[in-house]
């Protein structure tokens, strides 16, 4: 079956503990992105990747990175983490970058 | 950069009934896709619609890229319909940008 698996689904921590959120597709897709999700702010773009080791930023960046040495895998890493970065992230993967993107289930932190 | 509204914000169906969803852009795009998010929180892929117009079922989109806008008809709304609608935009540069997304409420 086609799709993007993140993980941990849920987690809970505290500020300055450094966690890594992963995300897998089984597609060969060579786009993925990560987004985080904020109540009336709908989906903004952390970062994105068009193909291995190839990374760019989206539109809010900052306190995340990222890496993509496997195809299938672009895990998102939050180094110190700090209460602003609680909200609902998302990673998407699509064959192209403009193409359909087919999302993850979500992984919902909250950092205390 | 684009900017991407969404109307109207919330909406509130009587089961049955029909109703439209609007998506404007501010610039011109290369793609754009409409999704539906369920209580659950997953994301749906409704619609991929650069332009013109496609029909799945109840629910179809049409899009004119040429204004700016794209339309999301829901038909003989469900109670399943419930959640939050968004359109994405796609630019050249491979950003996607998303819209603050429609909260649709359908009443059984």
């Known amino acids: 079956e086609a799709q993007v698996t993140q993980n941990p689904r849920y987690l809970i921590t505290v500020t300055g503990k450094k966690l890594t959120v992963t995300c897998s597709q089984n597609?060969?897709?060579?786009?993925m992105s990560w987004y985080r999700q904020d109540p009336g702010l709908g989906l903004r773009q952390i970062y994105y990747s068009m193909n291995v080791e190839v990374t760019d930023k989206g539109d809010v960046p900052e306190g995340y990175k990222v890496s993509r040495k496997e195809k299938r895998n672009f895990p998102l890493i939050l180094e110190s983490p700090s209460p602003n970065q609680t909200s609902l992230y998302f990673c998407?993967?699509?064959?192209?970058?403009?193409?359909?993107?087919?999302f993850g289930d979500g992984t919902r932190l909250s950092i205390l | 950069g684009i900017q991407v509204e969404q109307s109207p914000p919330d909406l509130i169906l009587q089961e049955g009934a029909n109703s439209t969803l609007r998506c404007n852009f501010s610039d011109s795009v290369n793609n754009l896709q409409w999704f539906h998010q369920n209580p659950w929180g997953q994301l749906i892929n409704l619609f991929y619609?650069?332009?013109g117009t496609k029909q799945n079922g109840r629910l179809s989109a049409t899009t004119v890229a040429t204004e700016r806008y794209s339309l999301l008809y829901i038909s003989s709304s469900q109670t399943t319909d419930s959640g939050v609608y968004f359109c994405?935009?796609?630019?050249?540069?491979?950003?996607?940008?998303f819209g603050a997304g429609t909260r649709l409420f359908v009443k059984a």
């Open positions: 597609m060969n897709h060579e786009y």
């Open positions: 994405a935009v796609y630019t050249g540069g491979f950003k996607t940008i």
């Open positions: 998407a993967s699509s064959s192209t970058g403009g193409t359909t993107q087919h």
């Open positions: 619609i650069p332009s």
